[in-house]
């Protein structure tokens, strides 16, 4: 493993660690599907300047198709998890959803990839480490089986953005396109939903109007998120799939460490000792 590959992949951990915490926060006061289609909205305005000003359109292919496809996965993905959190309880949601570290793992194997010793040990204890810093409720209220069936759903979608964004490009002029067309995909599939959302009588503002104060927050969420698939794209091109995406799923331990820093929440030990073991395999990962 080249150590951009772990660089780029730490990175994508870093902003989508980030992305998910202001998304969070954002969801709390705005409907999710009006946090999500306004956050992309300004991400692909964005990269459409970026395309317009470096002739990205030259490099459009057949691959452009991979990014159409995560742009139609991610916003089913996205909005499932949401309603997994809704029904609760959020220690087995959060966990649950980290498992999309399967699919590219799984795709990664089948293409032929073989990590060492040290490595497989790296991503053993790096993902227990990402589901304990979840903080897995271990006892207590029973978990609704639709909430299940719907985590299970998002992290399949989430592991398949995975697998579709690293194929989408093979240059940087590529790289945004793809995550152009990807941002207009999720533009378009996510208002559709909320249109139809709307119609059936749900509200797709907060009662107050359109929330002009957190327009920062909301163009820090989609940029983030979509820097995230670009360095995510970068690391698995120049690196093992399998290492590129456990170290990119450790955006969970940010969005813990964030909420820990912001929002002074108090990390349980379980969660502590997820983050330790993140860290370790990350080490691991590293060095092998």
């Known amino acids: 493993m080249t150590a951009q590959t772990a660089l780029f992949a730490l990175a994508t951990s870093l902003l989508w660690g980030l992305a998910d915490f202001g998304g969070g926060l954002l969801t709390r006061r705005t409907p999710a599907l009006t946090v999500v289609v306004v956050s992309q909205s300004i991400a692909a305005a964005v990269l459409g300047a970026i395309v317009v000003a470096t002739g990205g359109w ?3 292919g057949p691959q452009l198709w991979f990014a159409f496809a995560a742009g139609l996965v991610g916003p089913v993905a996205l909005l499932s998890f949401y309603k997994a959190l809704a029904l ?11 498992l999309a570290v399967a699919v590219p793992i799984a795709v990664g194997l089948f293409l032929g990839e073989r990590p060492g010793l040290t490595q497989v040990a790296g991503i053993a204890v790096a993902v227990v480490g990402v589901v304990l810093t979840g903080g897995p409720q271990l006892r207590g209220a029973p978990v609704q089986r639709q909430a299940v069936l719907l985590t299970l759903i998002a992290a399949l979608g989430f592991g398949t953005v995975f697998v579709l964004i690293a194929e989408a490009s093979s240059s940087v002029t590529g790289l945004f396109l793809a995550l152009f067309v990807q941002r207009l995909t999720n533009v378009a599939t996510g208002g559709t939903a909320l249109l139809v959302s709307v119609r ?12 002009w104060h957190s327009l920062p927050a909301l163009a820090f969420v989609g940029l983030a998120d979509v820097a995230a698939n670009g360095t995510y794209s970068v690391a698995a091109q120049h690196g093992p799939v399998t290492v590129a995406a456990v170290l990119a799923s450790l955006y969970p331990v940010v969005t813990a460490l964030a909420a820990r820093g912001f929002l002074s929440e108090r990390l349980r030990g379980i969660q502590a000792a997820g983050a330790g073991l993140a860290l370790v395999g990350t080490v691991l990962l590293a060095t092998g």
């Open 88 to 98: 609760g309880p959020m220690g087995v949601v959060s966990p649950l959803g980290s």
């Open 200 to 211: 059936r009588g749900a509200a797709a503002l907060p009662e107050g109007g359109f929330p």
């Open 58 to 60: 030259s490099a459009a």
